[in-house]
């Protein structure tokens, strides 16, 4: 009975040797270091960016929404839906409130032109907008890498 005893103290020393932190400090959000990308290629849809694939749309937009993602922390994240003559396909813009940031507003029923790259996820096929042209005004969202212009927000994934 005295050595099972002493097994499991041995074993629960073990455990807490291999459980215990590494002493590295986790890595705190900044730019490129967020949930939607931020200034930097760690993003998700930057990781998946692939310059060949960036088209440009033009159409009417007949929704413009905010979605929480599943995260409490993440931010409300906006995005439209555009009637081309081809298709009607949601566009993903960014963070809502980069956008209330910025002096080009988009409504529904706006003519715009989209340039962006596409994506298929579970729930459909989406485009990731680099930048929405309003008449005269460009709303800026990517650079040409597809990395985001916004600022990081939210956990890493």
Same mark, same amino acid.
């Given at each position: 009975? %005295?050595?099972?005893?002493? *097994?499991?103290?041995?074993?629960?020393?073990i455990c807490l040797v291999f459980a215990a932190?590494?002493?590295?400090? !986790? +890595?705190? !959000?900044?730019?490129?270091?967020? *949930?939607?990308? /931020?200034?930097? =290629?760690? /993003?998700?849809? $930057?990781?998946?960016?692939? !310059?060949?694939?960036?088209?440009?749309?033009?159409? +009417?937009?007949? $929704?413009?929404?905010?979605?929480? @993602?599943?995260? $409490?922390?993440? =931010?409300? *994240?906006?995005?439209?839906?555009?009637?081309? &003559?081809?298709? #009607?396909?949601?566009?993903?813009?960014?963070?809502?409130?980069?956008? &209330?940031?910025?002096?080009?507003?988009?409504?529904?029923?706006?003519?715009? +032109?989209?340039?962006?790259?596409?994506? #298929?996820?579970?729930?459909?096929?989406?485009?990731?907008?680099? +930048?929405?042209?309003?008449?005269?005004?460009?709303? %800026?969202?990517?650079?040409?890498? /597809?990395? @985001?212009?916004?600022?990081?927000?939210?956990?890493?994934?």
């Amino acid at each position: 009975m %005295k050595k099972i005893g002493q *097994m499991v103290i041995i074993l629960g020393i073990i455990c807490l040797v291999f459980a215990a932190p590494s002493g590295a400090q !986790p +890595e705190k !959000p900044g730019p490129g270091k967020g *949930m939607y990308g /931020g200034k930097g =290629p760690q /993003g998700p849809s $930057a990781r998946m960016f692939d !310059p060949k694939a960036v088209e440009t749309l033009s159409g +009417e937009v007949v $929704a413009v929404e905010s979605w929480a @993602p599943r995260r $409490a922390e993440a =931010p409300q *994240m906006a995005h439209l839906t555009l009637k081309t &003559d081809k298709e #009607t396909v949601r566009v993903m813009l960014g963070p809502s409130t980069y956008l &209330d940031q910025q002096p080009v507003k988009i409504a529904k029923g706006d003519r715009v +032109e989209v340039k962006g790259f596409r994506q #298929t996820r579970p729930r459909g096929t989406m485009i990731t907008a680099q +930048e929405v042209k309003k008449g005269d005004q460009v709303l %800026k969202l990517r650079d040409a890498q /597809g990395t @985001p212009l916004y600022p990081s927000q939210g956990p890493r994934w």
